[in-house]
């Protein structure tokens, strides 16, 4: 059975940083792929961040490109989302996924196959 479990998000003053972690169970490291993904209110769900071992792939989405930076450490079963310069507008619930069978390009696409419960970030002006 594959989990995922977000925790970090929180309220946060523009300009500010915060870093999220997903951490995940029963995924093999280099299947496929896993990311970050936001929902703010009224809108759909979208791709912020992914990245696939197998090929080596990283995407962002082009508004947090410079500001967000993904990372993983397999041995904890972890994947960050690092969050610097943080907006008003990237305030949403934020979104661990993943799927063993897309590749970090594919994000923006698709939906995931697995997903976490998620994690509010606020991000006050």
């Known amino acids: 059975e594959v989990q995922l479990v977000e925790s970090g998000g929180g309220l946060v003053q523009a300009g500010g940083s915060l870093r999220l972690s997903c951490v995940h169970s029963?995924?093999?490291?280099?299947?496929?792929?896993i990311g970050w993904f936001r929902q703010a209110p009224g809108k759909e769900r979208e791709g912020v961040s992914c990245?696939?071992?197998?090929?080596?792939?990283?995407w962002y989405t082009t508004s947090v490109k410079g500001r967000f930076t993904i990372s993983k450490d397999n041995a904890k079963n972890t994947v960050y989302l690092q969050m610097n310069n943080l907006k008003p507008e990237d305030t949403a619930v934020y979104y661990c996924?993943?799927?063993?069978?897309?590749?970090?390009?594919?994000?923006?696409?698709?939906?995931?196959?697995?997903w976490g419960k998620g994690t509010l970030v606020t991000v006050s002006s």
């Open positions: 996924g993943a799927d063993p069978d897309l590749f970090a390009g594919d994000c923006p696409h698709y939906g995931m196959e697995y």
């Open positions: 029963g995924l093999i490291h280099d299947d496929g792929v």
């Open positions: 990245l696939s071992e197998y090929d080596s792939g990283i």
